[in-house]
């Protein structure tokens, strides 16, 4: 079978691969689509895991299941999280399933980038999930996705008079968005220096844009906010520099919410005085969990957000390279996914 294995950014080869035999409890699935992740094309992530198979967001139909699996079946169309908790460790008893250490360990084999995969029993079993007859596949690659943008309000504590800024207008972060109005915040704020998304993010329902290569983000929310500044900042980018201006952005008594990591080598330096006095609160969200996954099917299901809204640009396998890089030039664009007929 062909599989799409990453050794840089500018090197992503479709390699013939061994089609996965699966275990009595395990199901091999036939990738109908699948996204790309953002995280995929962070060059200090990448270095770190390279060579590997790409895709973790795939959708597909089941093709052969192990003597045992009863809950799925041949023909069943699918969305697979490449991970899934044991709900036994103190962590999934917290619901806070990515920390779990069987969630770490549990990987489609070899990838979702691949014309088949092995999803294991765990993942089977703790978050798999069928897709409605009413979406499509190119939908259920939206699913994992969604679902981490779920868990981002899942983290905050948003009510309906806040103001929320949000910082790089990717396609997270207009998830972002459209799970803010969904929800009923107040006023949004979304900031990005590439027009397109800029406009996107204005289409998409945010009360005021700020071209941040044109205008001062700080003095933009100051002027906005009459002075009290942002509850909520959801910082999307992983830069210092970003999460720096995003910290200046919050008012007191709110939170900043961190999306994407810096590398392990990058240190941010905070004020303790200015966060203690104003009560600000830094929360942090990594991935998702099956509770996500189900309310992110939900509200594609029940149309809060879906692939006609964010789904720009469909390669086909072979042109990976070109779909990777779409997602790094991260201009004219938002989600950017590989389909199979």
């Excluded at 950014?9 to 699966?22: D, F, G, H, R, S």
């Excluded at 207009?174 to 929800?183: D, K, N, P």
């Excluded at 941040?212 to 900042?233: H, Q, Y």
């Excluded at 309310?295 to 029940?302: F, G, N, P, Y």
Aim: aromatic residues 8%.
């Amino acid at each position: 079978m062909k599989a799409a294995k990453l050794y840089t950014l500018n090197n992503v080869q479709i390699e013939e691969l061994p089609t996965p035999t699966i275990s009595a409890d395990e199901a091999l699935i036939n990738m109908k689509a699948c996204g790309i992740c953002g995280s995929d094309t962070m060059p200090w992530y990448v270095k770190k895991k390279a060579p590997f198979v790409l895709g973790h967001e795939p959708a597909g139909v089941v093709a052969e299941v192990g003597k045992n699996v009863t809950a799925f079946a041949p023909g069943d169309r699918v969305f697979v999280h490449h991970h899934a908790p044991c709900f036994q460790c103190k962590f999934c008893k917290r619901n806070q399933y990515t920390l779990c250490p069987v969630w770490k360990a549990a990987h489609l084999d070899p990838g979702g980038m691949a014309e088949y995969f092995r999803a294991p029993a765990i993942n089977l079993q703790r978050d798999t999930l069928k897709l409605p007859e009413s979406l499509s596949f190119v939908d259920g690659a939206l699913i994992e996705p969604t679902a981490c943008a779920v868990k981002s309000f899942r983290t905050i504590t948003a009510r309906t008079t806040d103001t929320m800024l949000i910082i790089g207008l990717g396609v997270m972060g207009q998830m972002h968005i459209l799970l803010a109005r969904h929800y009923g915040i107040g006023k949004i704020i979304a900031a990005d220096r590439v027009p397109y998304r800029l406009e996107k993010a204005k289409g998409f329902g945010a009360d005021m844009i700020v071209d941040v290569s044109k205008e001062n983000l700080r003095e933009a929310t100051e002027e906005f906010t009459k002075g009290e500044m942002a509850d909520i900042v959801v910082i999307g980018p992983g830069s210092i520099s970003a999460m720096e201006t995003g910290l200046q952005c919050v008012g007191k008594g709110g939170a900043a919410l961190f999306f994407t990591p810096s590398s392990d080598k990058e240190t941010l330096k905070i004020n303790p005085f200015d966060l203690y006095f104003n009560e600000i609160d830094l929360k942090f969200t990594y991935s998702c969990g099956p509770d996500d996954t189900r309310e992110s099917l939900r509200l594609i299901e029940k149309g809060a957000l879906n692939a006609d809204m964010l789904v720009t640009h469909r390669y086909n396998l072979n042109e990976i390279q070109a779909a990777v890089d779409t997602t790094v030039a991260a201009q004219d664009s938002l989600k950017t996914l590989v389909v199979r007929h």
